[in-house]
Structures are given as structure tokens and as C-alpha cells.
């Protein structure tokens, strides 16, 4: 053990020695944290089912092994890794997500107890894996307050969202310490997933512990215990709230549950985990939650705990701050039915879950869920931005094409690989035919890329510049 533990931390290894007692299992935890990460995807089923996926992406020769807790997961194997993960074509168009297995687990937890919640909250939700997880497990109905505190995550998840076709969330950006005044007794199901020492991602980040002091982890677990009474509070009676993390101590994991119940002791239960998934007894703690040290199923390490609340609590004093004057107003019925008409001509089409709304000249499609809290947070994205008016019409907006297209034969134009290759590059296409129409949905394996205007002998490039990617795709 000793050659071992001399990466880690004295005051580290003296908590992990008292949670793993054996000396065979702190051995097996203190060498396979040193090992590489398993790499593990997560089909999107917003745009493909699973068995569909498995069929599209057979050439590619993959070996991918179910994540037990996950059904739309997999650990993947690559004989030839030279092409980047993230750089298939399959990725570009969002049918899976790059995702570690065992942060797939915190919103399994949370759709096994609440599998009908429409109005649900991420705490803490860049990069968006769980955003994304949730949005397919609510199949984009309801709506997802999608909270990210840093504001150079934000971007990174609406990029995100919008290659997986998320249409039901709506984004804000602050502290998730308001959240318990601003929004009380607002939501059905809450995931937080609280910023952390981060522990269990040391087989990724190899400096994960660089920095690691128990003074740290200590004032971690302050932040962290002031975020999930937060969220308790954000949280209807009779709602389900479950708190996880990527690290490994009690301090930031059972400390912060046992402070809660010891905080609200009428009104939270412990709704414990042992049957999630076949093996979960493997990871589970005396009291209920998965405790995942990475040697029990080669993963990250992750902490996982579900609650019930079972009664109201005293209110928060109400927030100190100014929403300000809601900037977009509902578009009138004629109106509505005239957008929905041309937007159906280029193959976009949308569910009576979203509902249209107006500012300026923009049109946007916002999830009817999040009306209620319309005026109490100030949001910094809700729904889709699906077009511009202009004096010939409208310009369809990516993000629209993207999470609401439908191809059809008649109003779809497939590109070759090639020309797929080059649209994802920025640049504009010259298929050996054209389309019929003036502006055409491309797609590329029955998948939307954009639209695109006839131009000449060209297809017009929409796609957005910040997307636009550069090196090796596809092959």
C-alpha cells in the first residue's frame, strides 16, 4: 500500500481507511484509482431508441456493455481510438451523450420515484449530462429549470441541450442558494448534484486531490449544506430530492443528509436505494444511499442519496432581489396557427406542451410548465428560440431545426457523407442534384443538420459558427 498511497493526502487516506476498514478492499480502491476510466456513453432517446442506435452504429465494430443502472448506457470499447468520441457523426447529431456510468445514476434515482414529475429542477446542471438524461426520461414534456451558478458553464450547457434536442428546459443562472425563496414548494422532483471536493474522478483527473484539504472539504460541506436546504424548500410535500456527488468523504456526503433530517426532522425521509438496479446492494450504506467507490464497479466514484419530503416547512424570508419586467408576451391564436402553418413547411412541428411567445421579432417556444414561475426567477434561456420575422417571413433558428424537425421523404434532402462532413466543417454543400425547394431541410442518416438555402448550384451553410468544427469527423 505504501507505494500507492503516497499520492494521496494523509488526512485522505485516514478517511477512506475509516470507511473501507478492509485492508484488501482500500488496497483494490487505492490501486484501480490510479487506473484509467472505463469511457461509457448514453443513447439520447429524444432522437433514437436504443435498439435503433445499436443497429446505426454496428459497422463501427464498438463492444458496449449495458450499465446496469441505466438502460440507455453503455461502457464502450474502440479498437481504433484515433477519431475522437466526440467527433462520430452520430455524436454531432446528438443521438448519444459522452457520459460517465456512474453520474447516469443520480437521475435514475430520481425518475424511479418520480417517473410521472413535470416540474423538475437541476441544481447544478453544466455540462448538461443530467439535463439531457432528464429531458429524455420526460420524453421533453414538462419543464426542467436548468440552474448553472458559472457563468462560463452556462454556454457550454445550452450547447448542449440543443444538440440533444431538448426543448422542455428552461435556464437560469445563479447561486442555487435563492432558489428555496424565490421558488418555494415549486417543483416535484429536484436533482442536486452539489459542486464538490470531487474525489471520485481522480482516474480522470489525475491533480483531482492536488488541492485537497479536510479545511477545504470542510467549508465544501458548509456551501453544500446550505444548497440542499435550499432545495428542500424549493421542493413540494410529497416531492422526491436527491443529492449526490463525485467525491468520497461522509463530510460532503452522509454529514450533509444527516444534518437535513436532523434539521427537519417531521418533515424528510430517507427513501433508500437498495433495489435501483441488480447490484446496488454492492455500493449500499447502512442508511440507504449508494456510497460508489470506484474498485466496485470500475467507475467514478459517486455518492447517491433519495429523499422523500413529507411535509411543508417554514418559508425562507422572501428573496432581497428585482426580477424586472418579463420581456416577451404570448402570441395571439391567429398568430400561432399562422407560425405553426410555415414552420410544418420545412418540417417543424412541435407538441401543445410548448406555446408560443414574442419579443420583438423574435418568436420562441416556451414549455407551458414553467408559466407558474414566469415573474419570480429571471430567467437567462426558457424553451427554443424557433424563428426571427422578417419582411419575407420567418428564419428558422438552429436550435428549432434541430430539436423539432421531422423528415419526411418529401421535405427532407439527404446528404452524402462527404457533403455531411463538410456542413459540420461551415462549409457550404454542392450535392450532385439539388433540392426542389428553395430552402430544404438537409439531414444526414435520416438526421437533421440544418437548413439550408439554393443558392446557384450550392446549398447555403446555416450552421452556426460556434459549432462549426475543424480536424478529423466521422471516419
Known amino acids: 500500500m505504501s507505494d500507492s498511497s503516497s499520492l494521496f493526502p494523509a488526512d485522505f487516506l485516514a478517511l ?7 485492508d484488501a478492499d482500500l488496497n483494490r480502491f487505492l490501486a484501480i484509482s490510479q ?7 448514453r443513447v439520447n432517446t429524444l432522437k433514437i431508441s436504443v435498439a435503433d442506435f445499436l443497429a446505426q452504429t454496428a459497422h463501427y465494430g464498438w463492444r458496449l456493455t449495458p450499465i446496469p443502472w441505466c438502460a440507455e448506457g453503455f461502457w464502450i470499447d474502440r479498437d481504433d481510438e484515433s477519431l475522437p468520441l466526440g467527433s462520430i457523426a452520430e455524436h454531432l447529431s446528438g443521438l448519444f451523450y459522452i457520459q460517465e456510468a456512474s453520474s447516469m445514476l443520480p437521475v435514475s434515482a430520481l425518475f424511479a420515484a418520480a417517473p410521472d414529475a413535470m416540474t423538475v429542477m437541476d441544481m447544478a446542471a453544466a455540462p448538461g449530462s443530467k439535463t439531457t438524461q432528464m429531458a429524455a426520461r420526460m420524453n421533453n414534456g414538462g419543464v426542467i429549470l436548468a440552474n448553472e451558478f458559472s457563468s462560463s458553464r452556462v454556454k457550454v450547457l445550452h450547447a448542449n441541450i ?14 442555487g442558494r435563492v432558489f428555496g425563496a424565490a421558488l418555494p414548494e415549486q417543483f416535484e422532483a429536484i436533482l442536486l448534484d452539489a459542486p464538490c471536493s470531487g474525489e471520485g474522478v481522480i482516474r480522470k483527473d489525475a491533480d483531482a486531490l492536488r488541492n485537497w484539504t479536510l479545511e477545504s472539504t470542510a467549508a465544501i ?9 435550499n432545495a428542500f424548500h424549493a421542493l413540494k410535500p410529497g416531492g422526491t430530492l436527491v443529492y449526490s456527488t463525485c467525491t468520497l468523504n461522509r463530510i460532503e456526503n452522509q454529514d450533509v ?10 418533515a424528510v425521509s430517507i427513501n433508500p436505494l437498495e433495489g435501483l438496479f441488480a447490484g446496488a446492494q454492492q455500493a449500499l450504506t447502512p442508511e440507504g444511499f449508494l456510497h460508489v467507490f470506484p474498485h466496485i464497479f470500475d467507475s467514478e466514484g459517486f455518492f447517491v442519496a433519495r429523499l422523500h419530503k413529507t411535509a411543508s416547512v417554514a418559508p425562507l424570508p422572501a428573496p432581497g432581489y428585482k426580477v424586472g419586467k418579463f420581456p416577451f408576451t404570448p402570441v395571439s391564436r391567429k398568430l400561432s396557427a399562422e407560425i405553426a402553418q410555415a414552420a410544418a413547411a420545412v418540417s417543424l412541428v412541435w407538441e401543445s406542451n410548448l406555446t408560443l411567445w414574442q419579443r420583438d421579432k423574435e418568436i420562441w417556444l416556451f414549455p407551458a410548465a414553467v408559466e407558474p414561475m414566469l415573474g419570480k426567477v429571471r ?13 419575407k417571413g420567418y428564419r428558422w433558428q438552429h436550435e428549432a431545426v434541430i430539436a423539432l424537425a421531422r423528415p419526411d421523404e418529401k421535405l427532407a434532402f439527404e446528404l452524402n457523407e462527404a457533403d455531411a462532413e463538410e456542413w459540420y466543417r461551415g462549409r457550404d454543400v454542392y450535392p450532385h442534384a439539388l433540392p426542389s425547394r428553395d430552402e430544404a431541410l438537409v439531414t444526414f442518416r435520416q438526421q437533421p443538420l440544418g437548413l439550408a438555402k439554393k443558392v446557384g448550384t450550392r446549398l447555403k451553410n446555416s450552421y ?4 462549426v468544427r475543424d480536424g478529423r469527423l466521422f471516419r
Open 16 to 22: 477512506m481507511r475509516d470507511m473501507l476498514p478492509d
Open 464 to 467: 452556426p459558427r460556434e459549432l
Open 379 to 391: 430567467f437567462s434561456r426558457i424553451g427554443l428560440k424557433l424563428a426571427e420575422t422578417f419582411a
Open 35 to 41: 487506473q484509467p476510466l472505463r469511457r461509457s456513453l
Open 257 to 266: 443528509i444527516a444534518w437535513l433530517l436532523e434539521r427537519y426532522p417531521d
Open 162 to 175: 440543443s444538440r440533444c434536442g431538448v426543448s422542455n428546459s428552461a435556464l437560469t443562472h445563479f447561486d
Open 221 to 229: 460541506a458548509a456551501t453544500q449544506r446550505e444548497l440542499i436546504d
